[in-house]
């Protein structure tokens, strides 16, 4: 009960429908249906347009689900693109780290000396402040000794500066008050140079520290832009990946109602020819049903999954739901090849008409040739099953030509 519960509660998530054929209408006007039946007959109607409306959505699923695959595999080259130009900027930040660490020390050793050199001009000034005291106090004393040679030269200078210059001045003062000229001349000297040494300090200072920040602001700026970018696009793989996850799922809930829903159908078909399964080898072969092409219908059936891809892989051949039990026809005459199990074919024959063509059956439920045995058009060669992969009774039918499989719909 719970089963069946759980089956309806899928039947109402999707539809989709297996291909009435008109002979299979024409096989349920022969049966002698009453209200009853005529309600199953048209509850299978109504499976069958479910089903294939559940087949034409799970197609649309997979078809999202390989663009979004290809979006993500698309996303996932840009990452590693990008995480390529990341790794190869952060080696670049390590070196100018190490430049940066180098530009430092530097710094701190133009800081040392400018802490020297300053402290080195004051101790000039100093210097040549005593010098200057010592030249004007000997000036005086010259003034006083009334030595008007000297006095002269000294009137007629521009200034204290002026006067150290003056050749006639040094030469006519004495032994030490030329020494006490030449030790401010000295000073003063020491302290000019001092003051430029300094002042280009100063400047290489200020070029260092404008190049240290000027490199490390430019390479944070590419760094946080690729960052960026990054964090971007793995937002949006993710949401890529979220999105193919759930269509993913969707998908496999629509295939488990799809597989219920064909397993239900066969069911249905089974009730209205008044057969259940379980009678394999019980119900009649009945009359050969012909086409236009030079096969015979293995069955009557209707063909409730065709020829082509399916599922992610290549359905070679037609899917006819029928009773388990239900008489499989050769549909040519030939040799049988393959009579055996065979994999997900469960119960499969091959029987071999031409040099080029043959015809198989799969999932019956036993066989009724062997391998070698000679079967006629028409002949009963197996009957109708559930066995391999199969969702429900029903006759797997294959036409291959030189082995590889093709549209049995073009030979029947």
């Known amino acids: 009960m719970r089963h069946d519960v759980h089956r309806a509660r899928r039947f109402r998530l999707g539809g989709g429908a297996a291909v009435i054929t008109g002979a299979a209408f024409g096989l349920w006007a022969l049966l002698p249906l009453g209200s009853e039946g005529a309600a199953t007959q048209a509850r299978l109607s109504q499976l069958d347009e479910r089903i294939d409306r559940t087949r034409g959505q799970i197609g649309k699923k997979k078809g999202t689900e390989r663009a979004l695959g290809v979006d993500i595999r698309s996303y996932s080259v840009k990452i590693n693109r990008l995480q390529g130009r990341i790794n190869v900027l952060e080696s670049r930040q390590d070196r100018v780290q190490a430049d940066l660490d180098a530009k430092q020390a530097e710094l701190d050793r133009l800081r040392g000396e400018l802490r020297d050199e300053r402290a080195r001009l004051t101790r000039l000034r100093a210097r040549l402040k005593v010098a200057r005291r010592g030249l004007e106090a000997r000036l005086v004393e010259m003034y006083k000794a009334t030595e008007p040679d000297v006095i002269t030269v000294v009137l007629n200078s521009d200034g204290f500066a002026d006067l150290l210059e003056r050749t006639e001045f040094i030469r006519r003062i004495s032994a030490q008050d030329r020494q006490v000229v030449r030790?401010?001349?000295?000073?003063?000297a020491d302290a000019i140079r001092t003051e430029k040494r300094l002042a280009k300090l100063e400047t290489r200072q200020e070029q260092v520290t404008e190049a240290v920040l000027a490199r490390r602001e430019e390479i944070r700026e590419v760094k946080d832009?690729?960052?960026g970018t990054r964090v971007g696009l793995d937002r949006t793989k993710a949401g890529k990946q979220a999105a193919l996850l759930k269509v993913r799922t969707d998908r496999h809930?629509?295939?488990?109602?799809?597989?219920a829903m064909e397993k239900e159908s066969a069911k249905i078909q089974?009730?209205?020819q008044g057969v259940q399964p379980?009678?394999?080898?019980?119900?009649?072969?009945?009359?050969?049903?012909?086409?236009?092409?030079?096969?015979?219908?293995?069955a009557n059936g209707s063909v409730s999954s065709g020829f082509g891809p399916r599922?992610?892989?290549?359905?070679?051949?037609?899917?006819?739901?029928?009773?388990?039990?239900?008489?499989?026809?050769?549909?040519?005459?030939?040799?049988?090849?393959?009579a055996g199990w065979v994999s997900g074919y469960g119960n499969y024959t091959c029987i071999q008409h031409?040099?080029?063509?043959?015809?198989?059956?799969g999932h019956q439920s036993r066989l009724g040739t062997s391998v070698g045995a000679s079967v006629k058009q028409g002949q009963v060669m197996g009957y109708s099953g559930n066995t391999g992969n199969?969702?429900?009774?029903?006759?797997?039918?294959?036409?291959?030509i030189n082995g590889t499989p093709v549209n049995p719909l073009g030979y029947l």
């Not at 080898?281 to 293995?298: N, Q, T, V």
């Open 278 to 298: 379980g009678n394999a080898g019980s119900l009649p072969a009945g009359a050969i049903k012909r086409g236009s092409g030079s096969l015979i219908w293995p």
């Open 311 to 338: 599922w992610g892989r290549l359905h070679a051949g037609i899917d006819m739901p029928l009773p388990e039990g239900t008489p499989l026809r050769a549909a040519a005459s030939g040799k049988t090849v393959i």
């Open 253 to 259: 809930e629509l295939e488990e109602d799809l597989a």
């Open 225 to 227: 832009g690729l960052l």
């Open 354 to 361: 031409t040099a080029s063509m043959s015809t198989c059956y």
């Open 270 to 272: 089974a009730k209205l």
């Open 183 to 188: 030790v401010v001349q000295t000073a003063k």
């Open 390 to 400: 199969s969702t429900g009774p029903h006759l797997h039918f294959e036409v291959r």
